[in-house]
């Protein structure tokens, strides 16, 4: 990372409604924009949070108008902006892809992101989701080269699979994004741990734009936007409500941490596991004293 970046993590309450998200997500930029942002964040489903029992959200191309606001947001603010996701269509499929746009400050794309890992849970009387009847999972990791260095992109449920972010990491990534809709119940339980853990694993910065209160039904998303620094601390978080929270990435502090703790130098990539054969005879008497020698 070459120069320090300030950076705003926006929380959002959004719902069937695509204008009213859109406007207020909008509303969101400008805010984080007075504050000095030059990267603003936005969480999961940010123009569309569906009711439960639809067959899929409204799809778009990647070119459509939810990304077409985002392109302006990031022109009109000349920041970069990472568009949480959009249900991207998939030509002769109901299926769509679960997509992270990331639109540099003059509104190209710097790089998509297509949901790997899909959220399909069902615990009774807490939390019950199968996003897989409606999308298509991506198959690949995705990282972009900004002036602050290597960015690396996942989406909500990623969380909870440490291998992509080890596998951005290796690929050079300072920064890990993850925009989220984490339910309230499991956000509760794992959501800022799951954080942390990631950010001390890779040794990298992690923002976390989220979903946060009652959407509809039974939805209800969790909240906590969050900034976590390469060291594990929380260094930003807006528990409740809708709204930003902007932290400045300190250059130079990454590298510095996988210098002093090179954890990451020193991974193995493969592990050759070598399984012990049962005896068919059993511990011969005497055994555990032997062994405890």
């Known amino acids: 990372m070459t120069r320090p970046l300030r950076l705003a993590a926006v929380q959002m309450r959004s719902t069937g409604d695509r204008e009213r998200n859109l406007k207020r997500a909008a509303a969101h930029a400008r805010r984080a924009a007075d504050e000095g942002a030059e ?22 191309d990647l070119d459509g108008p939810t990304a077409e606001s985002f392109r302006e947001i990031a022109v ?21 892809y679960n997509t992270s746009m990331l639109f540099r400050a003059d509104g190209t794309v710097a790089a998509v992101y297509r949901k790997v890992h899909l959220f399909d849970v069902a615990i009774p009387g807490r939390a019950s989701h199968r996003e897989s009847r409606f999308v298509e999972p ?30 951005l990491a290796f690929s050079g990534a300072e920064i890990l994004f993850v925009p989220s809709a984490f339910t309230a119940y499991t956000g509760r339980a794992h ?41 594990g601390d929380v260094v930003a978080c807006r528990e409740r409500g809708t709204g930003i929270v902007v932290a400045t990435i300190v250059p130079g502090y990454s590298d510095r941490v996988r210098q002093e703790l090179p954890s990451l130098a020193l991974a193995r990539a493969r592990y050759g596991v070598r399984l012990a ?9 005497g055994s555990r004293a032997r062994a405890s020698r």
Do not use: M
């Open 39 to 60: 990267l603003i964040a936005f969480p999961e489903n940010v123009a569309y949070l569906r009711p439960e029992g639809l067959e899929r959200p409204p799809a778009e």
């Open 76 to 96: 009109r603010h000349r920041a970069w902006v990472l568009a949480g996701t959009i249900a991207e269509r998939i030509p002769r499929s109901r299926r769509v």
């Open 138 to 167: 991506g198959d690949r990791a995705v990282v972009a080269e900004s002036p602050w260095g290597t960015l690396g992109l996942s989406i909500c449920y990623d969380l909870r699979f440490p291998e992509i972010y080890r596998a």
């Open 191 to 231: 959501w800022t741990v799951l954080l942390r853990a990631r950010a001390i694993e890779c040794q990298a910065w992690v923002v976390a734009p989220a979903q946060w209160g009652h959407h509809h039904g039974t939805r209800r998303s969790y909240g906590h936007t969050s900034i976590v620094d390469p060291w």
């Open 277 to 285: 054969k049962p005896s068919r005879a059993g511990p011969k008497s």
